[in-house]
Nanobody
Framework: VQLVESGGGSVQAGGSLRLSCEVS????????MGWFRQAPGKVREFVAA????????RYADSVKGRFTISRDNAKNTVSLQMNTLKPEDTAVYSC???????????????????WGQGTQVTVSS
């Protein structure tokens, strides 16, 4: 299984970026997709996740109202629209999926088994 993120970059505070993640390989049949981020010197933290059907999404409190997660199962992709970016959003963002069929939305990194390499997002003040 491979996950490849794209869309990272540098932006000024208040700006927007859209991240995408494409999944390929022998994935589980039913799986949520999640986004996590890790800033330098900090632990990896949950950002957002979405169920297979797309009818349930979860967000970290720090990004609620600013970030929107969506997925396209036909294209095996998940996207993260990030608006009103803040300097504290600066981090490496990674997408992830579980190793087995999963109908819920794990909020912990331990609930995911396949990870992308990450894409850097830098927000300047």
């Amino acid at each position: 299984v491979q996950l490849v993120e794209s869309g990272g970059g540098s932006v000024q505070a208040g700006g927007s970026l859209r991240l995408s993640c494409e999944v390929s390989g022998r994935t589980p049949t039913i799986y949520p997709m999640g986004w996590f981020r890790q800033a330098p010197g900090k632990v990896r933290e949950f950002v957002a996740a979405i169920t297979w059907s797309g009818d349930n999404t979860r967000y970290a409190d720090s990004v609620k109202g600013r970030f929107t997660i969506s997925r396209d199962n036909a294209k095996n992709t998940v996207s993260l629209q990030m608006n009103t970016l803040k300097p504290e959003d600066t981090a490496v963002y990674s997408c992830a999926i579980p190793r087995t069929n999963t109908y819920t939305v794990p909020l912990a990194a331990s609930g995911y088994g396949y990870w992308g390499q990450g894409t850097q997002v830098t927000v300047s003040s």
